[in-house]
């Protein structure tokens, strides 16, 4: 250290240091208070009471809007070949669901003409066999629709006497039922003898965006803070000499 750039001021310097940590504390334990009142505060959301599946969605529509409604829909369950979704897991529980066609009505479709709706009827243990026979006559079905998903072979068997799929998968189910054919699936809230329905849809939690703001202005805050002493230190962190003072000898070229 040469006398042009002076001595550390420790004092001055452990003063900025003390008073920054003191403001990055307080600001991230200021944020971090708003933060927890964004999730205490936020919104519980019931979902939207259910429907007739034609206000929301008709056969081969692929908008995806409907995903996550409830709805009721009229019909009967078609004599189409049943399948089984193996390597599911339920409640913590190794599981496989049961999929069967259901005819909705003709008047339930919005299209004047009857089509096919993949229905998870219901689960049941993995190695457990129920029968997969449906009530005949005519049923009303109440459930949420559900995203169809891709295609993917079993990757384990099934004593149900049904054929085993890996996947709840419409473009697989098109080509075995008849059309035309629901792009979404309807899960079930009625279940049937042997099948357990699958959870419904729970309410689900909003945070309290204004509350999350004021989190994130309190950490922004606190990272200026440290800025601003870091800055001062660079400047002031040091003796300054006397304006005019001797600098020393200097050394000859």
């Known amino acids: ?18 008073i920054m940590v003191a403001a990055m504390a307080i600001t991230a334990g200021l944020g971090w208070w708003q933060w927890t009142r964004a999730h205490e505060n936020g919104a519980t959301v019931v979902p939207d009471p259910a429907v007739p599946l034609s206000e929301l969605v008709q056969p081969g529509d692929r908008s995806g809007a409907e995903v996550g409604r409830q709805v009721v829909v009229d019909g009967t369950w078609a004599d189409a070949e049943p399948f089984v979704v193996t390597g599911r897991e339920v409640e913590g529980r190794p599981a496989q669901l049961l999929v069967r066609a259901f005819t909705v009505d003709a008047d339930a479709t919005g299209t004047g003409q009857p089509a096919t709706l993949a229905v998870i009827v219901g689960w049941a243990d993995a190695d457990a066999a129920p029968s997969v026979a ?23 068997g099934s004593e149900v006497e049904a054929t085993v799929i890996g996947a709840v998968a419409t473009s697989m189910l098109a080509q075995e039922w008849p059309g035309p054919l629901y792009s979404a699936v309807l899960v079930s809230y009625d279940g049937a003898d042997g099948w357990e329905p699958l959870p419904p849809l729970a309410p689900t939690h909003e945070t309290n965006f204004r509350n999350a703001a004021y989190a994130v202005e309190w ?29 020393g000898p200097q050394e000859d070229q």
Not at 144 to 150: D, G, I, Q, T, V
Not at 226 to 247: H, K, Q, S, Y
């Open 219 to 247: 950490w922004v805050f606190g990272g200026f803070a440290a800025f601003i002493a870091l800055r001062w230190m660079r400047d002031n962190g040091r003796v300054r000499p006397a304006e005019g003072a001797n600098p």
């Open 1 to 18: 250290m040469t006398a042009a750039q002076g001595r550390l001021r420790w004092g001055a310097l452990a003063l900025a240091s003390l």
């Open 134 to 156: 449906m009530p005949s006559g005519d049923v009303e079905l109440e459930g949420y629709l559900r995203a169809s998903e891709s295609s993917a072979p079993a990757s384990t």
